[in-house]
């Protein structure tokens, strides 16, 4: 499956009634920069102090207001406090909330260039992931590293000019299910393959037979043109998020809080 990129409708929270159980937002930092001190404010010390590892200023202001449009986003799934929530780390470095239940929203974030991806689940774990395409990538290198051989010959039959952007949207694939597992750098990329169907628009995920077998729904989307973005979550039904995009805060979104 395959979303384009306008089909992501603005909103400033969560629809009231929805039926679908995945829920992906996109953040344009280009247009939500300007509200940089009113993200950081919704912050904690640690989540500024993460920031501040950052040194080029474009990198902190991405992670500021990519952690604050989460904590918003959140917080209008839980009906919690953005600043109030309390968020922690597993080992393996994967944000949730400190005190999780069976039905709690499980969330994953990603951001790259000036896209920040949120996503929010009622039906199990989720990983998300975005990356915008950069023209000098030395993709055949990372293929040879990373790739499993059967997504490497699936990628030299490409002709050419396809390569790249097919690169980027294995990468995106991969780097989602990792995420949804909750391993981090414990799950090998090579340990299992991404199949995209001969149409282009179906995307599965195979594991490798070492591998305990995994329930996984996957999905390929641009939430722009030149980001490829991927979400996966364990369910064993098809995986068929709505996707929206976050609007520009209005004061009364901060004031709120």
Request: aromatic share 8%.
């Amino acid at each position: 499956m395959n979303k384009q990129t306008d089909n992501w409708l603005e909103r400033k929270r969560p629809p009231v009634h929805s039926t679908a159980q995945v829920h992906l937002w996109r953040v344009d930092l280009s247009r939500h920069r300007a509200f940089l001190q009113e993200y950081a404010r919704l912050l904690r010390p640690v989540e500024h102090k993460r920031a501040a590892r950052f040194r080029p200023e474009d990198d902190r202001c991405r992670s500021m207001v990519g952690r604050g449009a989460l904590r918003l986003l959140l917080a209008a799934y839980t009906g919690g406090n953005p600043r109030e929530l309390e968020l922690k780390t597993t080992p393996n470095g994967k944000p949730v909330l400190a005190e999780e239940t069976p039905h709690a929203v499980r969330f994953n974030v990603s951001h790259s260039g000036d896209m920040v991806l949120c996503g929010f689940s009622r039906e199990g774990d989720i990983g998300v992931d975005v990356e915008h395409i950069r023209t000098h990538t030395d993709y055949q290198k990372l293929t040879a590293r990373f790739f499993s051989s059967v997504e490497t010959d699936w990628l030299c039959a490409l002709p050419e000019s396809r390569r790249l952007r097919a690169f980027y949207e294995l990468w995106v694939c991969k780097e989602a299910v990792i995420k949804a597992l909750g391993g981090g750098l414990s799950v090998p990329l090579d340990s299992f393959s991404i199949l995209f169907s001969s149409t282009g628009h179906g995307v599965r995920v195979k594991f490798n037979d070492e591998m305990t077998p995994v329930k996984m729904a996957l999905c390929l989307l641009y939430p722009a043109a030149d980001y490829p973005a991927a979400v996966a979550c364990l369910k064993d039904t098809p995986l068929e998020p709505e996707t929206y995009s976050l609007a520009i805060p209005d004061g009364k979104a901060f004031d709120e809080t």
